[in-house]
């Protein structure tokens, strides 16, 4: 099995924009919505006061400015509804046109909704499959009545940094302007104020500090628009900042249900992850329950560790930091550290936006009463985010280390398996455990007075009972060894490992000429794993002969290189190393002698995971097979296959990985799985280049399939194309899926018409699938999880698009999280219930797993690919393994 250092993906998640005010009491003091006069305030205990950390110039401490710019209107073709955030993959849609000046900006963005499906388009539903009912983690929002909210624009002298400051400004005029949606400079009033501006005098209850706040109409809201899908989630969030929740960055948290792991110093905060939008026929609030892990230590904590350490304290703690996401305790806010400033401290100054100095500490004193106990400490630096960057915040932010907790599990973390068994013993929630849990969150949000003033004040009901939706699951696939034999079902839990073991491989390479390396003195534990690899492949009918053993001295990099050096001097088919753990540096340098030096297939193996369990060596056998099967895959075998309906096609499959040493770079890898008519195997190709932070991507996935059909041609003959190409596209974001639209589909359509020009049977037929897996949507059956092959294409599917959810992996532990296909071009000619099908029918032909998996095999191949490359090899593989699965 091939062994990588173990490195987690993560799982983004999205929310919807704008930040929660507390709810006002709107009783007191009337409060008729008009008046360009103050009314009696009530002052009310605000949340703590917390000005945006000052963004800092690195050594000059220049403030950074956060003003508005109005945004420019969108030429983007939109829909009549849409929403804020994505609760199945993102992309989700606003009114972006601006209505005056602070119309649009900062935490107010709102996605664009991108059209990809026709107005006549054919029935998106399918039809085949056993028919049933599931839930999902939805909740239909109904509104009461149609009238237009009244939007206003804020602003305070002087200037007032911290969101949540503004709201207790604001708060305390809630009896004069009656219900209202706050988020930091926009205001949307149920009831318009009888003047166009409004000019008060406000004083802060918790400082006594007089303020000018200037109320200033600039639109109204048609609350059947995009932006109305906006005005909802501020709304809600409104509602959840009510039931004394924590905002960490864009979602909510509850502190008082914290769990507490002591034994690894770590913290996990229970949350939710919420967004509102417009799906087929309803409104639907998505929510999904969700963790974050924070450890006690701060990083200044680390700071003291480290320069306990040997070695240089500097080098050493800023390797510890770099890229770890931390959070402020005086503001919760989270930011990702870029770098250690050695040069700045607590003790020096910065200067403010009125052009005034004060020093870090004089302004954490004056702003949060907290006094930094050591002033000579270094400063973090945190790079703005896009978001931001989007309300004018460009320079650098420095952070105290007293004051930020770390956050997130770390690498070291991930390989401690008792850890992260214990962290997953509360973070991994079976499905009867999480409708549970959004069944509590609905009773709350429904009896906590505050929040259900919300609803009824903008006349908004939330539907108690959790949305089902029409599924259907497909019929198991057929999971073929042989040609000339009987095909075996992949099970109720799509898992066909048993099998493997009574048949023999669809298609093996033999292996005569290959070399094991290991450490000196492991030679006998090598050699009984050995044992099992060769009995796992006679079952199989796999030919292996027995290899040589090579040893290193040490488990040092440059040893294995130097082993390494002197074996590719001889004709070999392949090379295994067997290595003491999973050192990144040691993983790195074997494969790039292998991978980019030479087209050597290798196979690295982890002295622990051939260890016999009790001293058994039978023990063995499960993961011998698991690594014959790869040890084929990378000769140019084919361990399965399945039946494919098309018999002239290209399935490709396109992933993104960013360059872990300059993350200015990023990789693209594009995997290609190639059928023929009267071909009874099919032929794979792989191509991966590099490309510059913000480079259009619609360039080199035109030549990748370029490249591809090529390929296509040198295996099957000179005048052979595809009639279909599929593409499975894999690492869009949010807000990128106007690029794939607009350019990526337009520039392989160029590519397909150049290299298609002599073709006069037929024309090619390109079809783009973008493929989410990093989604908020769940279903569940009854109380477990739906059975692998169910699909849900209604209700809870998006108006604009042909899209569905496919639920293709088993999950045993936790909640099976289904993925989302929105097919953004096809010319196909095939019916959605087809589609579906061939999807399911691509999940199965993973051969690192003997089962399915949450995506099409082309998108793993890819992400492997795409994977290896940024983090390992940093340079594109050798031309000849272009045509193996080598990853």
Not at 325 to 332: A, G, K, L
């Amino acid at each position: 099995m091939e062994q990588q250092p173990n490195r987690g993906r993560g799982r983004g998640t999205r929310g919807a924009p704008g930040a929660a005010g507390g709810q006002p009491n709107w009783k007191q003091g009337g409060g008729d919505g008009g008046g360009g006069r103050p009314g009696p305030s009530q002052p009310r205990q605000p949340h703590s006061a917390a000005p945006q950390q000052p963004g800092t110039s690195r050594g000059a401490g220049v403030a950074a400015a956060a003003d508005a710019n109005p945004q420019a209107t969108t030429t983007v073709r939109t829909v009549p509804r849409g929403g804020g955030g994505g609760g199945n993959g993102g992309n989700g849609g606003g009114d972006t046109g601006a209505l005056g000046r602070g119309a649009m900006r900062g935490s107010r963005y709102v996605p664009e909704v991108v059209i990809t499906r026709r107005a006549n388009a054919p029935s998106k539903q399918g039809a085949s499959g056993t028919k049933l009912v599931v839930k999902t983690n939805y909740f239909r929002l109904t509104r009461k009545n149609k009238d237009s909210i009244f939007q206003y624009r804020v602003d305070f002298e002087p200037t007032v940094e911290d969101t949540r400051v503004m709201q207790a400004l604001i708060r305390t005029q809630g009896p004069v302007i009656g219900p209202y949606i706050f988020d930091g400079t926009l205001l949307f009033l149920y009831n318009k104020l009888r003047s166009e501006e409004v000019d008060l005098q406000v004083k802060d209850p918790r400082t006594d500090a007089l303020y000018k706040v200037k109320i200033r109409h600039v639109g109204t809201v048609d609350m059947t628009s995009e932006k109305a899908f906006m005005i909802l989630n501020l709304m809600h969030r409104q509602a959840m900042g009510s039931l004394k929740l924590l905002l960490i960055n864009r979602h909510f948290f509850d502190p008082e249900a914290k769990i507490t792991i002591p034994q690894y110093g770590l913290e996990l905060y229970p949350g939710y992850v919420t967004s509102i939008r417009q799906h087929e026929q309803d409104i639907l609030l998505c929510v999904d329950v969700t963790h974050r892990v924070l450890r006690t230590d701060t990083c200044y904590k680390m700071l003291q560790t480290v320069q306990r350490q040997p070695g240089s304290f500097r080098d050493n703690f800023r390797k510890q930091v770099l890229g770890a996401q931390v959070m402020s305790v005086y503001n919760q806010k989270m930011y990702k550290i870029c770098d250690v400033d050695f040069n700045v401290s607590p003790s020096s100054s910065f200067s403010t936006k009125d052009g005034s100095s004060i020093t870090f500490m004089d302004y954490y004193k004056k702003q949060y009463n907290i006094t930094i106990r050591d002033p000579k400490q270094p400063m973090l630096v945190s790079m703005p985010s896009e978001r931001m960057a989007r309300i004018g915040i460009t320079s650098p932010i420095l952070l105290v280390p007293e004051l930020c907790r770390l956050t997130g599990i770390t690498d070291e973390m991930r390989r401690d398996f008792h850890q992260m068994r214990a962290i997953a013993d509360h973070t991994r929630i079976g499905a009867d455990k999480r409708i549970q849990r959004l069944e509590r969150f609905n009773e709350r949000l429904q009896s906590t007075p505050a929040s259900r003033e919300v609803f009824q004040f903008w006349k908004t009901e939330l539907e108690r009972r959790l949305v089902e939706v029409p599924a259907r699951t497909l019929r198991q696939e057929s999971i073929l060894f042989r040609l000339d034999g009987d095909a075996v079902p992949s099970g109720p839990e799509a898992d066909w490992g048993q099998a493997l073991h009574r048949n023999q491989m669809f298609k093996s390479v033999p292996l005569h000429r290959w070399y094991v390396v290991c450490e000196r003195g492991k030679e006998s534990m090598a050699k009984d794993f050995l044992g099992c690899v060769m009995q796992a492949a006679r079952g199989m009918s796999f030919k292996v002969s027995e290899p040589r053993l090579a040893t290193v001295q040490n488990d040092s990099g440059n040893a294995y290189v130097n082993v390494l050096t002197e074996l590719l001097n001889e004709d070999l088919q392949l090379v295994m190393c067997i290595v003491p753990n999973d050192r990144a540096d040691r993983y790195s340098v074997i494969k790039r002698k292998c991978c980019v030096d030479r087209a050597l297939p290798c196979q690295v193996i982890k002295l622990r995971t051939i260890t016999p369990k009790n001293g058994n060596v039978r023990t063995l056998m499960s993961v011998a097979t698991k690594v014959v099967i790869q040890l084929n895959c990378k000769l140019g075998g084919i361990p399965w296959m399945v039946r494919n309906p098309l018999s002239t096609a290209m399935v490709v499959g396109f992933d993104v990985c960013h360059d872990t040493h300059d993350r200015s770079k990023s990789y693209g890898a594009m995997v290609a799985t190639m059928y023929a008519s009267k071909q009874t195997e099919p032929k794979y190709f792989s191509t991966i280049e590099p490309h510059t932070r913000g480079e259009e991507l619609s360039n080199f996935i035109a030549n990748g399939v370029g490249k591809a059909l090529r390929s296509y041609q040198a295996s099957f003959g000179a005048g052979t194309l595809p009639r279909r190409i599929l593409v499975y596209r894999d690492g869009v974001g949010d807000g990128q899926l106007r690029g794939v639209v607009d350019f990526e589909v337009k520039k392989i359509k160029q590519r397909l018409l150049e290299v298609y020009a002599n073709v006069q049977d037929f024309k090619p037929q390109l079809s783009v699938i973008v493929v989410s897996k990093r989604i908020n949507t769940r279903l569940f059956m009854a109380d477990r999880n739906p059975p692998p092959g169910t699909i849900v294409d209604d209700i809870i599917t998006l108006p604009e698009r042909t899209d569905f959810f496919l639920i293709s992996q088993t999950v045993r532990q936790g909640t099976v999280s289904p993925t989302s296909y929105n097919v953004a071009h096809d010319e196909s000619g095939l019916t959605a219930d087809q589609l579906q099908v061939y999807t399911s029918k691509q999940t199965h032909l993973y051969y690192n797993w003997c089962g399915t998996i949450a995506v099409p095999a082309v998108c793993q191949y890819a992400h492997k690919l795409a994977f290896l490359t940024a983090q390992y090899l940093h340079n594109q593989p050798h031309q000849q393994l272009e045509n193996r699965l080598y990853k």
